[in-house]
């Protein structure tokens, strides 16, 4: 079988709804707190628990 790659493409699924959530909730943690790394926000966001 000789097919090209172009012939092949990739198709977005979408991001499920906690997913999103999560993005959502570090946007928020990051824009209040610019010099956080990685591992501080997760550390803020186990301290303050469930999503807002």
């Given at each position: 079988?000789r097919?090209?790659?172009?012939?092949?493409?990739?198709?977005?699924?979408?991001?499920?709804?906690?997913?999103?959530?999560?993005?959502?909730?570090?946007d928020?943690?990051?824009?209040?707190?610019?010099?956080?790394?990685?591992?501080?926000?997760?550390?803020?966001?186990?301290?303050?628990?469930?999503?807002?």
């Amino acid at each position: 079988m000789r097919l090209s790659r172009s012939a092949f493409y990739y198709t977005l699924d979408g991001i499920d709804g906690d997913t999103l959530s999560m993005m959502k909730e570090i946007d928020r943690v990051f824009t209040k707190y610019p010099f956080f790394g990685s591992r501080q926000i997760v550390a803020y966001l186990r301290r303050e628990g469930p999503l807002h």
